[in-house]
Every structure is written in C-alpha cells, then in structure tokens.
C-alpha cells in the first residue's frame, strides 16, 4: 500500500526488481482497488497496521478475505501495535513482521527483527535465512532478551500515555491535527477498536505555521529527545520532512502527505503530564517569532 514506510517503499519498487520480483503499489484502505490489483503471478498481499507516520489502521478481515479469495498470501508488519495490542495471525494473516528494535527491545540499543507464521512457511524463511547471513550477534540476543521482561508493562504505560497526549494535543490552539487511532477523529478508529487491545505509543500531529515553525517547537524542546526511532523507555520526536524524507523536494513530500509542519512523537515511560508540559511551552514557543 502507498503509505507504508518510506525504505519499505524503495525496497519493494526498487530492490525487488533486481531479483525480477514485481511490485503493484495500491491506495492505503482502497480495498476494491487491492481486489483489482491482484494478478495471476501475485504471491502476497503486504502492508503495515497501524502505518508510518499517519497510523492508518489496516481492516484484517478485508484483507483475509481478498487474499482467501485469490489464494495468495498476506504479510502485515505490526510493528507499531506490538503483540501486545494486535495479533494479525488470529485474524488469518499469513505472516506478521516486527522490528524488534523498537517496542520488543525498548531500550534503542539493539538492531533485530523477527518474522511469525505457520511452521511450514517459517522453515522456508528459514532456510534462506541461513544461506543469506543476517545473523544477530549473542549480546544483542541478550538485549532483546532483558527487553522482553518488562514489554508488556511498558507497552500498557505508553498506550496509556499517548492517548492522553493526543487528547491533549487535539484540543491545542497550535495544533491542526493529530493521528492516533485512538481518538474518535481518527478514519480509522472503529476498524482499531475492533482488532486492536491498545493504540500504540506513537502519536502523529500537524502543527500551524511554517517550516521555520515546526523548527521552533523542535528547538525548545526539552524533555523529548530529536531522534528517528520509537518503542523505547525515553520519548522521542522526530520530524519526518527534515529526517526521513530529506531527500525529497517540496513538492514530492507534499504529494506523499509529509507536509512541512508534519511532527511524529514516540511515548516513552515518562510521567505523561511532563511529557505534555514539555510539548505545550514548545507548542507556544512555536507560534513566537523571533526578533
């Protein structure tokens, strides 16, 4: 689907080519166009739920059915709703993806993922693991290990922390929007009420002003950090047009929803009225202009 992230994107379009591997790009949540775009060659349906950065929330059911309907296989990377909060396998996804850099480690030290499914399709995942390397080393396996102690406590603290973070940001005078499938303003809410537990630690949100606004409220930040990752114990914020899509001009951002004014924040453990008070007197710096 064409909101799904950036390097994920690049990968299937481009990468995959090399090996004479095909890819069909649809419109997130267009579900007659996906129908339409299964051909007889297609092998699997991929996507992400909830998506990166605008957490859009995949309808499992519907994929189920589409890929029952053309017997082709689906893959879902959740590595924003961790296990905690979505299990796509219970919904008939074929296999599931996690980044187990983010919410499964929780402590932004490790580099690992992990790939779910049925025993038969795993071995095949397997075997080409084996002869292509990628191999995590001992003391990362130890890391993930240690991180997975205390993963659910963490995932509950961060669930609960960014929906009052979104609600707060909501009702902000210097905010335009927030993405957070939690709140009722979000297209997909119901969908996530339905499959999901929890809404995840990540909460999207446009900011008023300029580009030059956005750098303000980055600036005077103080509690959250500026850094690119997500699902670890210190709450992170990132600014997808100047970090993940610096590449780009202007207008091709734009005409992939990644407007100037476009901020992602990653919860950590911190006591969510702290993490609000940080993000209000920089929300308020952010309006402010310079003399």
Same mark, same amino acid.
């Given at each position: ?5 950036? &390097? ?17 790009? *649809? ?5 007659? %166009? ?32 589409? %890929? ?14 961790? +296990?905690?909060? !979505?299990? +796509? ?22 580099? $690992? ?13 397997? =075997?080409?693991? &084996? ?23 963490? *995932?509950?603290? !961060? ?11 909501? /009702?902000?005078? !210097? ?6 499938? /939690? ?7 119901? #969908?996530?009420? $339905? !499959? ?5 630690? *990540?909460?999207?949100?446009? #900011? &008023?002003?300029?580009?030059?606004? =956005? ?25 997808? =047009? ?15 929803? #990644? ?8 919860? /950590? *453990? ?5 993490? #609000?008070?940080?993000?209000?007197? %920089? ?7 310079? =003399?």
């Amino acid at each position: 689907t064409d909101d799904a992230y950036k &390097k994920t994107l690049e990968f299937c379009s481009s990468y995959l080519e090399r090996f004479g591997v095909s890819c069909t790009i *649809v419109p997130f949540g267009d579900y007659e %166009a996906l129908d339409r775009a299964v051909r007889p060659n297609t092998r699997f349906i991929f996507s992400e739920s909830p998506t990166n950065p605008y957490l859009n929330i995949f309808d499992l059911d519907r994929l189920h059915g589409i %890929a029952k309907k053309h017997k082709v296989l689906t893959l879902i990377d959740s590595t924003f709703s961790t +296990p905690v909060n !979505q299990r +796509p396998l219970d919904f008939g996804v074929d296999l599931v993806l996690h980044s187990c850099t983010k919410y499964l480690g929780g402590h932004n030290d490790i580099l $690992a993922g992990a790939v779910l499914g049925r025993k038969e399709l795993i071995d095949e995942v397997r =075997a080409l693991h &084996k002869a292509t390397g990628g191999v995590i080393d001992p003391h990362c396996c130890y890391l993930l290990l240690r991180g997975l102690k205390t993963f659910p406590l963490r *995932v509950a603290v !961060q669930n609960e922390t960014a929906t009052k973070v979104a609600r707060f940001l909501e /009702g902000h005078a !210097q905010v335009k929007r927030v993405y957070y499938p /939690g709140l009722e303003s979000h297209p997909h809410h119901e #969908i996530a009420k $339905a !499959q999901m537990k929890g809404f995840g630690g *990540v909460v999207t949100f446009d #900011i &008023k002003g300029t580009l030059s606004s =956005a750098k303000r409220f980055l600036d005077n930040l103080k509690l959250c950090f500026i850094a690119p990752s997500l699902g670890g114990v210190e709450t992170l914020i990132t600014h997808p =047009a100047l970090v993940s899509y610096y590449d780009c001009t202007r207008k091709e951002r734009y005409a992939l929803g #990644i407007t100037d004014t476009l901020i992602r924040l990653a919860v /950590g *453990v911190e006591e969510a009225n702290d993490i #609000i008070a940080d993000l209000d007197q %920089a929300l308020k710096k952010s309006a402010r202009r310079r =003399a």
